[in-house]
């Protein structure tokens, strides 16, 4: 079993659309982060956090601790959001990562 | 800042040829990293370093060499290239002051024949 799950593996929305993409953890954490990848492009950190709820622009992301769980958010999405969504994990303080596979999402105009 | 830079940003190569990925950040940043990116795997750690003159093996160490002579570089060398290791590799960068949010390399697409 990977340490760290997302689910679902593939979305397709249509434009306007509210999304949510999970992130199922194993392990103790010390903070996750949510990371986009553009087709053939790099990849960009959106959010790290270790509690709570943090918002940027249409993107929001919560994390339970207890439940080890974390979600990202897109409101009103748009085909521009069309990416690979990455959840990872970071241990103890500790520098390495342990990542996901990855939720590929597009958006239909 | 050029942030994380990468290249070549497309290679080939035939098997049993060695090259080398170069990697630069200009963050001052103390952690480095080499990941590769395979179809349906996540990103997996080939070799990381917490500073200069110092590194460790990650998840997928096997055919690759690094060494991180200084702050801003962190090369990674293939010794005798396999089809294995046909992959996209992203270098990445990050500091403990700032909870080791990652910056990424734009990336580069290897394939070995």
């Known amino acids: 079993k990977n340490e760290v799950e997302q689910s679902p593996q593939n979305l397709t929305a249509q434009e306007g659309e509210f999304i949510t993409i999970n992130c199922s953890y194993s392990?103790?954490?010390?903070?996750l982060h949510w990371l986009q990848q553009h087709p053939g492009g790099g990849i960009v950190s959106l959010f790290m956090?270790?509690?709570g709820k943090k918002k940027h622009g249409r993107l929001i992301a919560t994390i339970n601790i207890q439940e080890k769980h974390s979600s990202l958010h897109i409101t009103a999405s748009h085909p521009r959001d069309s990416a690979v969504y990455i959840c990872a994990v970071s241990q103890g303080g500790s520098e390495k990562l342990v990542f996901g596979k990855g939720m590929k999402l597009t958006v239909n105009p | 800042n050029a942030g994380v830079t990468q290249t070549p940003k497309f290679q080939v190569l035939k098997t049993g040829q060695s090259m080398t990925l170069q990697c630069a950040q200009d963050?001052?940043?103390?952690?480095m990293s080499w990941y590769r990116q395979d179809p349906g795997m996540g990103l997996r750690l080939i070799h990381y370093s917490v500073g200069a003159g110092i590194t460790d093996q990650g998840e997928v160490p096997n055919g690759y060499n690094v060494s991180r002579s200084t702050t801003e570089d962190f090369p990674l060398r293939l010794l005798s290239a396999a089809p294995s290791q046909t992959s996209v590799y992203f270098c990445?960068?990050?500091?403990?002051?700032?909870?080791?949010?990652?910056?990424f390399g734009p990336g580069t697409r290897l394939t070995v024949t």
């Open positions: 963050m001052n940043h103390e952690y």
């Open positions: 392990v103790g954490i010390s903070a």
């Open positions: 990445a960068s990050s500091m403990r002051t700032s909870s080791y949010e990652q910056y």
């Open positions: 956090l270790s509690s």
